[in-house]
């Protein structure tokens, strides 16, 4: 069975805090990716890794930065966090055929105060 | 540019009421189309993708169709627990991964 996994479902940090979320697949993918959904606005895409140790940037990359050094884990890093940061992310992963499905975890909830 | 929209923006059905959502793209060259199913905090659940016009998938009460400018979704005889944003996806032949998303249907199927 399909599994991605975050490690939190709901955070809180103050302005200005670096923050950590990560991300794990069990179903050996090449493909993770990083999103953040908002209402109104829809799935927008931050990064995305390839490979280990490679990535891309996505939509709306500015503020973020990304981590790959294991296949099956993906850490998002917000440097120094803001409020317009705010938002529900979420991770997935998929194959690299060109055609394959993504598989979402179940989110973390964030709270920039 | 590349677009995926979703009609209607919300949906309310009493339960047994048959219906459809749409989801029409507008890309340079389509490589897949992926519905999920999404509830309220959750992740998308995946249900479907489709792969090229006239290719139906179908699931319990769902039914997913796809022609070359957009996809159906058809909710047959639908229950409250079908109640869920459903969201529409496309991959495009451009050479990357991504995905283009449309914002989505928010279904209430009421008892």
């Known amino acids: 069975d399909v599994k991605v996994t975050q490690s939190s479902r709901y955070l809180v940090k103050r302005t200005g805090e670096k923050v950590f979320l990560e991300c794990v697949q069990d179903m050996d993918h090449e493909n993770m990716f990083w999103y953040r959904q908002d209402p109104g606005l829809g799935l927008r895409l931050i990064y995305f890794s390839y490979d280990v140790k490679m990535k891309e940037k996505g939509d709306i990359p500015e503020g973020y930065s990304v981590s790959r050094e294991k296949k099956e884990r993906f850490s998002l890093i917000l440097e120094s966090a803001s409020t317009n940061q705010t938002s529900m992310y979420l991770c997935?992963?998929?194959?690299?055929?060109?055609?394959?499905?993504?598989?979402f975890g179940p989110g973390t909830r964030l709270l920039v105060l | 540019e590349d677009q995926v929209t979703q009609s209607p923006e919300a949906l309310r059905l009493q339960e047994g009421e048959s219906s459809s959502l749409n989801c029409s793209y507008t890309v340079s060259g389509l490589r897949g189309l992926f519905w999920y199913r999404q509830d309220p905090g959750k992740g998308p659940e995946f249900l479907f993708t489709?792969?090229?016009a006239g290719e139906e998938k179908e699931k319990e009460r769902l039914k997913a169709t796809l022609t070359k400018k957009e996809s159906f979704l058809h909710i047959t005889a639908p229950k409250p627990e079908d109640s869920a944003t459903y969201l529409c996806?496309?991959?495009?032949?451009?050479?990357?991964?991504?995905?283009?998303f449309g914002t989505g249907t928010r279904l209430k199927v009421l008892a």
């Open positions: 996806a496309v991959q495009t032949s451009s050479g990357t991964y991504k995905y283009i």
């Open positions: 489709l792969y090229s």
């Open positions: 997935a992963s998929g194959g690299a055929s060109g055609k394959e499905t993504q598989y």
